[in-house]
């Protein structure tokens, strides 16, 4: 499955007016835009790992382009060759960056025995020097039935 999620332009206009004006506001407010697209991001995988397992299928995490192992000038164009997100008004820079800038994309693997391990921290770049990565639920390998039951 693979996916592009975004909160659109506004938040960048708004931004940009606000850092102009007042920047520890527009700082907030940027912060603000990330932390939206971020659970959109995260709504939709959880959607759709909600609906493989109702076909008994599992799902890996969501994966996006930057990740380790996945460059983003390798990972965008296979992304966007596989959805549309012009229909969302997301378009991709000559340097595989997305506009709006407060947009995601990933991909999740779903099969009958994909193995669910670890976290998105765990792909991260950052992962050694990141201070945010303890606030984000620890993943383990979780068997079909549990999965259910956190479902419900």
């Given amino acids: 499955m693979a996916a592009v999620c975004t909160i659109g332009e506004w ?3 708004a931004v940009a007016t606000a850092i102009a004006d007042d920047p520890v506001f527009g700082l907030a407010l940027d912060g603000l835009g990330s932390a939206a697209v971020e659970a959109l991001a ?3 995988a959880n959607r759709f790992e909600a609906e493989a397992a109702a076909e008994g299928l599992e ?3 969501p994966l996006s382009p930057g990740m380790v192992g996945w460059t983003v000038d390798e990972g965008q164009p296979q992304i966007f060759a596989l959805v549309d997100p012009a229909q969302a008004g997301v378009r991709l820079t000559s340097a595989w960056m997305m506009t709006p800038r407060k947009s ?3 991909v999740l693997g779903i099969g009958p025995h994909v193995r669910t391990i670890g976290r998105t ?3 991260c770049s950052l992962k050694e020097t990141c201070r945010y990565q303890d606030h ?3 993943q383990s390998p979780r068997e ?3 999965r259910r039951e956190l479902q419900e």
């Fill in 42 to 44: 995260s709504a939709a």
């Fill in 59 to 61: 799902a890996t995490i």
């Fill in 121 to 123: 921290c765990d792909y």
């Fill in 144 to 146: 079909p039935e549990a």
């Fill in 136 to 138: 984000y639920e620890k």
């Fill in 11 to 13: 938040i960048d206009e």
């Fill in 104 to 106: 995601v994309s990933f």
